[in-house]
């Protein structure tokens, strides 16, 4: 079983930023894959961005120049940053490990930004 321990979520206005981060057991080796995905009420987890090992990025379009998403390998953490937040970015925030076919998931941080 992997834990995958989220912090950083919370409430911030339109405009703000937050710093999401994730840390990993550190029994996982190897090569793997991290990132951020979100549920918003009533909607399907989808993906924000995601990291590989050797740090190729991708991002969804609508976090584009806002999000920026890092690791650490040596310490088996993930961190993304936000700005410019949106009330539309109002979600549930889950960390991800995918390893040899396999997704691993934090329990899930909430952001809510409201005035």
């Known amino acids: 079983q992997v834990q995958l321990v989220e912090s950083g979520g919370g409430l911030v206005e339109p405009g703000g930023s937050l710093r999401l981060s994730c840390v990993a057991p550190g029994s996982i080796t190897g090569i793997y894959t991290m990132g951020w995905y979100r549920q918003a009420p009533g909607k399907q987890r989808e993906l924000v961005a995601t990291i590989t090992y050797v740090g190729s990025t991708n991002y969804a379009d609508s976090v584009k120049g806002r999000f920026t998403i890092s690791r650490d390998n040596a310490k088996n953490t993930v961190s993304l940053e936000m700005n410019s937040l949106k009330p539309e970015d109002t979600a549930v925030y889950y960390c991800?490990?995918?390893?040899?076919?396999?997704?691993?998931w934090g329990q899930g941080t909430q952001v809510t930004v409201s005035s």
């Open positions: 991800n490990l995918f390893k040899f076919g396999f997704n691993y």
